[in-house]
């Protein structure tokens, strides 16, 4: 018996990521799965998200009913175990025996046809244990081993969370990353139609709920956003609404605030945005500022030119280059340098992140992000303003990253982000109220589980 779409493409997906290092997000939007049902890719997508943020737990479930040792057992055998005891702990909706019979056929028809009678005697005697309520034992955790192991985390984050955060925010973050993520949007259209914007889209079927950073952001709730008008015409795009804050620091330079216009847009100047793709920073920066040239840098020609398709914009140039070694001889009055980073702020929407990090990649990509960051610097204006930012959580790729880049240099001072926080919220463009909770010293500080978005961290930085 042929095996469901869903499960069909989940298993492949899964298998990819494992052993491609390809990341699922990009393979479940890929044009191959266009011809899923919107009922069938939203169980594809449930599936190879649940596993990979319960991959860790689902394996000790596994390890306590199976008589073989995980490692000993082929791959495509302990995909089709994961998917399996993944539906039958974690989807009450799924039937038992569908669980169970179409992992069987998964095994089956990926040729280990000798491992069925085993995976079905394994997913049995799982089946007979029941679920339990894991959040509940997340929240009671009382140390980082405890904690990694009921959340699923590799333990060493866990235990670096703790100790820069402490226990309950490292709870907090774990349970996050643990959950589905709100998918945010941000109107570029202005707070005058956002109204007429939130008509169209409840026309469409798409509900929207308000934002709880900014004004300019909404929740999607239900319905397919990339299917709308405003989408397609580029009046909104998908953007969690830390990354949108991040942008807004960008454009909104005191000295160059043409004070006319609603959204203060910076006038008659150049911005870079120097690790640019996808582009929805891009895209903010260019609406919001009209009448400023935003030029946009990205590594890889490919996303450069995937960078130019999604963002056609008048005042948007895309260049092809590397951040480390910029090819401009003009200087710049506002760049963002958003620069590749672990992404451990973003598990909940990258689970496969946390099982490929390892402690020392960090200082790899923090010897790539002083470079960055160095060559950006080279390249501000006197006068202007650089933000630095990341999806990261750790200090390495954070603040030692500014440390590091400012060391032994007198023409370049930290901004403290208090100020840009509080001009936020007394122009009604953020709507949280906490602004201190969202500091780290002078920097901005999101924290997954802790505030409603990813997380984020970013350094304004000024040339004297």
């Known amino acids: 018996m042929a095996v469901s779409p869903a499960r069909a493409v989940a298993f492949e997906i899964l298998l990819r ?14 044009p191959r799965l266009a011809k ?27 390890a306590a009913a199976s008589s073989q040792k995980l490692e000993r057992l082929d791959g495509a055998v302990l995909a089709a175990l994961r998917l399996g005891v993944y539906q039958l702990q974690f989807l009450s909706r799924v039937p038992t025996r569908a669980a169970i019979f179409e992992s069987v056929e998964i095994v089956k028809a990926a ?19 029941g679920a339990e ?15 990694a192991r009921n959340a699923a985390h590799p333990p060493w984050l866990v235990a670096r969370w703790i100790e820069r955060y402490g226990l309950e ?31 169209e889209f409840a026309a469409a079927g798409v509900q929207l709920a308000p934002g709880r950073l900014l004004s300019a952001a909404r929740r999607v709730l239900a319905g397919d956003v990339t299917g709308t008008r405003a989408y397609r015409e580029g009046r909104v795009s998908i953007q969690d609404e830390a990354s949108q804050l991040v942008a807004l620091f960008v454009g909104r330079g005191e000295a160059d605030l043409d004070r006319s216009t609603l959204d203060c847009a910076i006038v008659d100047c150049r911005i870079l945005d120097c690790c640019a793709a996808p582009g929805s920073k891009t895209a903010l920066l260019a609406r919001r500022n009209p009448r400023a040239k935003v030029f946009a840098t990205e590594l890889h020609p490919r996303r450069a030119r995937l960078l130019q398709k999604l963002c056609r914009l008048p005042n948007v140039h895309v260049v092809a280059a590397d951040a480390r070694h910029l090819p401009f001889s003009v200087v710049f009055d ?11 702020g973003t598990l909940a929407r990258n689970p496969e992140i946390k099982w490929r990090l390892k402690a020392e990649d960090l200082r790899d ?17 006197t006068g202007g303003r650089l933000v630095y930012s990341t999806c990261s959580l750790e200090r390495e790729e954070n603040e030692a990253v500014v440390e590091a880049a400012l060391e032994g240099t007198s023409e370049f001072e930290i901004a403290d982000c208090k100020g840009e926080l509080a001009q936020l919220r007394q122009s009604g463009e953020m709507c949280w109220k906490d602004a201190a909770s969202l500091l780290a010293g002078p920097c901005l500080r999101t924290i997954p589980g ?15």
């Open 111 to 129: 040729r280990k046809r000798s491992a069925a009678s085993f995976v079905n005697a394994v997913l049995r005697i799982i089946e007979g244990r």
């Open 334 to 344: 506002r760049i963002l340098a958003d620069v590749p980073c672990s992404g451990t």
């Open 450 to 464: 802790v505030h409603p978005c990813d997380g984020f961290f970013a350094a304004m930085i000024e040339r004297k």
């Open 36 to 62: 899923l049902s919107p009922r069938d890719h939203g169980l594809a997508t449930e599936l190879v998200m649940g596993v990979l943020r319960w991959q860790s737990l689902l394996d000790q479930r596994l």
């Open 365 to 381: 990509l923090q010897s790539r992000q002083v470079a960055i960051l160095k060559s950006a610097l080279a390249q501000l204006a």
């Open 133 to 147: 309520d894991i959040f509940a034992q997340i929240g009671k955790s009382a140390d980082s081993i405890t904690l």
């Open 17 to 30: 990521v494992e052993r491609e290092d390809s990341y699922a997000v990009e393979l479940l939007h890929s």
């Open 169 to 199: 925010a490292a709870r907090q973050i774990c349970a996050h990353d643990q959950t589905v993520p709100a998918t945010a949007i941000h109107i570029h259209d202005g707070r005058s139609n956002n109204d007429q914007t939130d008509a």
